[in-house]
């Protein structure tokens, strides 16, 4: 045993000065000396470290290594459409007023827009401004001339923060009386990106 301890000693400081990317062993011979090699040779016995108390306590964590790039985001969920297709109460818009002629009620997320408006002028009225809104941030906007009946697209897209926002599609009437009807759809997509 004191051949172990006296082994031990020297093989202590010969593995303190070899590099760990040489990945040594530490080996007992039959004379009871222990040496530190790739790996141990016919007869010897290979020393557990831990076994004879060369395997200190485990160190402090280290730092947190810097955070890997993030890939791109997909979109938050499948992609649904909200709509109120099949409306039938036509609106009257008196010259001057605003009405409400279609809506959806949305969940939160980014929304593509797509409405028509459906009007008839009444006397010599021919021009109406639509347009969307919403408590969340909208664009698109449509004026809307007419003779006499007339449909018109509109689309637009919508950002929405909260749950169970509504986006209204509303008609201005601007220079007399209509009667008019809108359909809207509202398309949760992933992002909107402009293409200049």
Same mark, same amino acid.
């Given at each position: 045993?004191?051949?172990?301890?006296?082994g031990?000693?020297?093989?202590?400081?010969?593995?303190?000065?070899?590099?760990?990317?040489?990945?040594? $062993?530490?080996?007992?011979?039959?004379s009871?000396? $222990?040496?530190?090699?790739?790996?141990? /040779?016919?007869?010897?016995?290979?020393?557990?470290?831990?076994?004879?108390?060369? $395997?200190?306590?485990?160190?402090?964590?280290?730092?947190?290594?810097? %955070?890997?790039?993030?890939?791109?985001?997909?979109? %938050?969920?499948?992609?649904?459409? &909200?709509?109120? &297709?099949?409306?039938?109460?036509?609106?009257?818009?008196?010259?001057?007023?605003?009405?409400?002629?279609?809506?959806?009620?949305i969940?939160?997320?980014?929304?593509?827009? %797509?409405?028509?408006?459906?009007?008839?002028?009444?006397?010599? %009225?021919?021009?109406?401004?639509? &347009?969307?809104?919403?408590?969340?941030?909208?664009?698109?906007?449509?004026?809307?001339?007419? &003779?006499?009946?007339? /449909?018109?697209?509109?689309?637009?897209?919508?950002?929405?923060?909260?749950?169970?926002?509504?986006?209204?599609?509303?008609?201005?009437?601007?220079?007399?009386?209509?009667?008019?009807?809108?359909?809207?759809?509202?398309?949760? $997509?992933?992002?909107?990106?402009?293409?200049?």
């Open positions: 045993m004191k051949h172990i301890h006296a031990l000693l020297g093989v202590i400081a010969l593995v303190t000065a070899v590099s760990s990317a040489e990945a040594l $062993v530490l080996c007992v011979n039959a009871g000396s $222990v040496v530190a090699l790739d790996k141990c /040779k016919a007869g010897m016995t290979q020393l557990d470290p831990a076994a004879v108390g060369l $395997v200190g306590p485990a160190g402090p964590q280290g730092p947190t290594g810097v %955070a890997g790039a993030q890939g791109p985001t997909g979109p %938050a969920g499948s992609s649904n459409a &909200y709509t109120n &297709y099949g409306a039938t109460d036509w609106q009257r818009i008196a010259n001057g007023t605003t009405q409400t002629v279609s809506s959806v009620t969940p939160a997320g980014t929304y593509t827009l %797509a409405a028509t408006v459906s009007g008839i002028a009444r006397g010599d %009225a021919r021009f109406m401004s639509c &347009y969307f809104i919403s408590a969340g941030t909208v664009k698109g906007h449509a004026a809307l001339i007419s &003779y006499d009946d007339f /449909k018109q697209p509109l689309i637009g897209e919508a950002t929405i923060s909260t749950d169970n926002t509504s986006v209204f599609l509303r008609c201005t009437a601007l220079d007399g009386d209509f009667d008019a009807i809108g359909e809207l759809i509202a398309t949760r $997509v992933g992002a909107i990106t402009p293409s200049l």
